[in-house]
């Protein structure tokens, strides 16, 4: 398993992705109106202008959010080795919990989490 393996598995995923789109740009059916160009939101049509700036701070809660979901994603091959590896692994997520607590008490400090 060296580098043939990896471009082998690069031109596997660009020709089943192009072969997705030019499957999908056969088989549908396009149609094109007035309506479609327009924004839409929950079917309630829009009155003045749609592209509204955003308060950064939502985009900051969901990276938050994001930070700590992707942190149970490490939890569980933790779970699984943690047996074999013995207290060395208690140690290791102990610390990285303590990494992550800091990085808590850092957005807390700074208003991040304060829904607005």
Same mark, same amino acid.
């Given at each position: 398993m060296g580098a043939s393996s990896m471009i082998?598995? *690069?031109? %596997? %995923?660009? $020709? /089943?992705? @192009? *072969? %997705?789109v030019l499957v999908s740009k056969i088989v549908t059916k396009t149609t094109s109106n007035k309506a479609k160009l327009e924004p839409y939101e929950c079917g309630i049509p829009t009155t003045g202008q749609t592209w509204v700036q955003l308060n950064v701070g939502y985009y900051l809660f969901a990276l938050i959010f994001l930070i700590f979901d992707v942190e149970l994603v490490f939890l569980y091959?933790? $779970? =699984? =080795?943690?047996?074999? =590896?013995?207290?060395? $692994?208690?140690v290791? *997520? @102990? @610390? /990285?919990? /303590?990494?992550?607590?800091?990085g808590f008490l850092y957005a807390h400090k700074k208003g991040a989490l304060k829904w607005l």
């Open positions: 082998i598995l *690069i031109l %596997a %995923a660009l $020709a /089943f992705s @192009i *072969i %997705a091959p933790w $779970a =699984v =080795v943690a047996k074999k =590896v013995g207290w060395m $692994a208690l290791e *997520i @102990i @610390i /990285f919990f /303590f990494i992550l607590f800091m």
